[in-house]
Structure formats: C-alpha cells, structure tokens
C-alpha cells in the first residue's frame, strides 16, 4: 500500500468534512447564507442586513464564496452600476448542512 | 433592543454552528468517531486503527471529546487497567453531520 492511497480515511485538508468545515466556520458566512436564501440582494442591501459587518469584511467573505462557488455574482451595467448577489445550486445545499450543524450545536456542552 | 438579545442570528463563538465546526475540524476526529461507531474500543485498538496518530494526540483529542460529552470513557479496575471508550448518544448523532459534511464537501471546487 502507497503511503497516500492507503489510508483514504484521512482527513487532512483535502478532506471533505474539513473542506465544509473551512467554509461555514467564521463570524459571517452562515448569516451571509441565510440571507441570500430567499433570493438575489445587492451588496448594499447585505450590508444593512448584516448588523455590524465592516465593507470590506463582506466583500472578503463574499469574494470567499464566489471562489468556492457558493455564490454567484451579477453585475449590471447601470448607471450607477448595481451588483447582485445569490447563492448557486451548490450554495442553496449549504443550508442542510448548516440546519444540521446548529441543531447538534445546541446540544453541545 | 440590547446589544446581546437584538442579534439573534450572529455567529460568534458560543454559535451553534460554530461550536460543531470546532468540534469536527482537525485531522482525526471524524476518524475517532467513525471507529467508535460500532460500539467500545480500547485505547489501543484505537491507536492501532488510527494509523500515523500519536499516541499524545489521541489522548487529547479523546480528552476533548469527553470534555464535550461526545465520548465516554470507563476504566475496568483490571490488572493491567483497561480503558474502553465510546460515542455517547450525543457522539452518535454526529454521525449525521459528518455525512452532510462529507456529501457537501466532495462537491467543493
């Protein structure tokens, strides 16, 4: 057995469960979620919604999002130019998981 | 409304959400839970199935574990001891997050 097919158990950080776990972990990327589960919002409208988020913290997280494919960014060209956000086919899955994980938080200790 | 009380939805460190991706993040513990899943283990049948983890390290992630009630340890007054471990009906429902996790993850770009 080779030192990297033998042990397909492991978790490093190509792992999936870390993989998901570096995603959702942080302050915002849940809230962030939730909000773009009912539909499309502006990147000013997220900023309001998201009491206490910095400007550039949200659009750290959301470029963030965007790399993993989580979210997907529409910009049009209006003047002035207005930026849509919503969450991909992939990101609306992220909220099982999410319902999963909070749901046993609350029973942690 | 107060500081605390009138965020209900923030995700800070005592969050649900965040408290599970705390507990499951990390190399081995998706592997610890997943060789307790079919009932008591030694500590050394642990350390012999946990291939590459030091014997310092599954210590204190089984100290962990225990400290967060998802794993019970007895010590059967033997001579020598012997220390079984396993999930308890809190570890066990974490079977379900990591799948979630797992299923989510694979599809992660």
Chains 1, 2 share one sequence.
């Not at 492991?10 to 570096?22: E, M």
């Not at 049009?76 to 046993?104: D, H, N, S, W």
């Amino acid at each position: 057995m080779g030192t990297k097919g033998g042990n397909e158990s492991s978790c490093d950080d190509g792992c999936p469960v870390r993989r998901t776990a570096q995603i959702i972990d942080g302050k915002w990327t849940t809230q962030i979620v939730r909000d773009l589960l009912p539909g499309k919002r502006r990147y000013s409208e997220l900023l309001q919604s998201l009491s206490g988020i910095s400007p550039k913290i949200l659009a750290a997280r959301l470029k963030f999002l965007e790399s993993h494919g989580i979210v997907s960014k529409t910009i049009y060209p209006e003047i002035p130019p207005r930026t849509e956000y919503k969450l991909t086919k992939l990101g609306r899955k992220l909220q099982g998981v999410i319902a999963a994980m909070a749901e046993f938080g609350t029973r942690l200790k």
